[in-house]
């Protein structure tokens, strides 16, 4: 079963806003991470935040983690439309190295 | 190519017909992942090798998945006598190095193979 949840499952945007997407999980983690995928590829390693830590920034990337609501957040500032893709939360936990992904936000940004 | 590949990238099987995946991490990575990716869904962990040591096959859904890496580098996860659940994008990743605890280091997935049983 999935750990993540991400929420919306779908969002559609205009070029230049910004996007914000939402992550929840259920246990302990080591690390949280958000990956992209566009459609039919693998998957790209977008930014890490460690548990420990609650904002990491990166480019247009904006992550903060809540360990308390076991919540994190991915914000997208300044869209384009190339940024339309698929996005996923993944946690590896305290006791392995798999990750466990949420169900993904589909992100359609429009020129 | 320095990325990892993945081969091949889709293939059609009939229900009960035996399918071989093939990895091919990016060189020198001593982890390999397997994922199972259904439509719309996010990845599944499958199964976890270092080296050539399978350290993890608790995602594996039955014991008509198996995977292998006998020499420490490409992969090769065959599903047999497939099902139509079985149906989804295979993912594989590597990573430089053996997790540690206090350390994370970054999986690099491949394009993965899209598998559909008819």
């Known amino acids: ?111 | 190519g320095a990325g990892v590949s993945q081969s091949p990238r889709y293939k059609v099987a009939k229900r009960g017909q035996d399918v071989a995946l093939r990895c091919d991490p990016i060189s020198g990575h001593v982890s390999l992942f397997w994922y199972q990716q259904a439509l719309g869904q996010g990845p599944e962990f499958l199964t976890y090798f270092q080296n050539e040591a399978q350290l993890d096959k608790s995602g594996l859904p039955s014991d008509r998945f198996f995977a292998e890496r006998p020499e420490g580098s490409v992969s090769t996860l065959k599903i047999q006598r497939t099902q139509q659940e079985d149906s989804a994008v295979y993912l594989c990743a590597s990573s430089l190095v053996s997790w540690v605890r206090s350390h994370y280091n970054e999986q690099f997935f491949g394009p993965g193979t899209r598998l559909t049983v008819l």
């Not at chain 1, 904002?55 to 990337?61: Q, V």
């Open chain 1, 1 to 111: 079963s999935q750990q993540g949840e991400e929420d919306p499952q779908a969002l559609s945007i205009q070029e230049g806003e910004n996007a914000t997407m939402n992550c929840s999980y259920k246990t302990s983690i080591n690390n949280l991470q958000w990956y992209r995928q566009n459609s039919g590829r693998g998957l790209v390693h977008l930014i890490l935040i460690r548990s420990n830590e609650r904002e990491k920034h990166s480019g247009r990337l904006r992550v903060t983690l809540d360990t308390s609501k076991k919540s994190s957040s991915l914000l997208i500032t300044a869209s384009r439309a190339a940024d339309t893709a698929s996005y996923f939360c993944a946690t590896d936990g305290t006791s392995g190295s798999r990750l466990t992904f949420g169900e993904g936000t589909q992100l359609t940004v429009n020129p």
